[in-house]
């Protein structure tokens, strides 16, 4: 059974600080998609990472797939209240998506 | 061209009815999944379909749930006689084709809530 598991659960920190969260894996993805979900709402994608070893940027949000493409982080900098919320990871396993259980994320201004 | 549009946005059942959970694919798209998250975790996928096709319902219990994608209209979720662990959010996503290397759209999600 593959598994991606995502850390820490919970990371509250201040306006301002930079922050990495993580999602890990024994299994290989042939992708592996990045989404941030908000209370009563559905996730949204934010990247999809195909390459190992790639490296995408969006705006303050950076992110790395594993060169073996087991794992993945998210890199956020300069964190504003703008970016609370829940973040999942999600490996492609053929038509399935396999989901981490998420970082709950809380900036405070 | 409007998102994935789920109803009811919420929906409270007593323990015994029937639930019934509707999703409208994005325009031109013909591939529905359905998930269910519970609180403070992921998301559990658990049927995949294509028009009047079930193709993978390897994650929906055997007995009390179905799912349907008829030729016309949405697709239906429906739990019979509903306990309350079936209390969850349940979210319908949508793709032009089939999930490899295609963005995911999600609906907002229904909320069931059994008393």
């Known amino acids: 059974t593959q598994l991606l598991e995502q850390s820490p659960q919970f990371l509250s920190i201040q306006e301002g600080e930079n922050l990495t969260v993580y999602c890990n894996s024994s299994?290989?993805?042939?992708?592996l998609q990045w989404y941030r979900q908000e209370p009563g709402e559905g996730p949204v994608l934010l990247v999809t990472?195909?390459?190992g070893g790639e490296v995408k940027k969006l705006k303050r949000l950076t992110f790395q797939f594993g060169d073996a493409r087991k794992d993945s982080s998210l890199h956020i900098t300069a964190a504003q209240p703008g970016d609370t919320g829940l973040y999942l990871c999600?490996?492609?396993?053929?038509?399935?998506?396999?989901w981490g259980a998420g970082t709950k994320l809380i900036i405070k201004p | 061209n409007a998102g994935v549009m789920q109803n009811p946005r919420h929906l409270v059942r007593r323990r015994g009815q029937e639930a019934r959970l509707r999703c409208s694919p994005m325009?031109?798209?013909?591939?529905v999944y359905w998930y269910r998250q519970l609180p403070e975790e992921g998301l559990k996928f658990m049927v995949y379909?294509?028009?009047?096709?079930?193709?993978?319902e390897s994650g929906m219990p055997k007995e009390r749930f179905s799912a349907e994608f008829p030729k016309e209209g949405p697709s239906i979720l429906r739990i019979q006689q509903v306990v309350r662990g079936d209390s969850a959010a349940y979210f319908c996503?949508?793709?032009?084709?089939?999930?490899?290397?295609?963005?995911?759209?999600f609906g907002s999600g229904t909320q069931l809530s059994v008393l």
């Open positions: 996503a949508s793709s032009p084709g089939q999930l490899n290397n295609e963005k995911l759209f």
């Open positions: 325009k031109g798209h013909s591939h």
């Open positions: 379909l294509q028009k009047e096709n079930i193709i993978d």
């Open positions: 299994s290989v993805f042939s992708s």
């Open positions: 990472v195909v390459t």
């Open positions: 999600a490996g492609d396993d053929s038509y399935q998506l396999i």
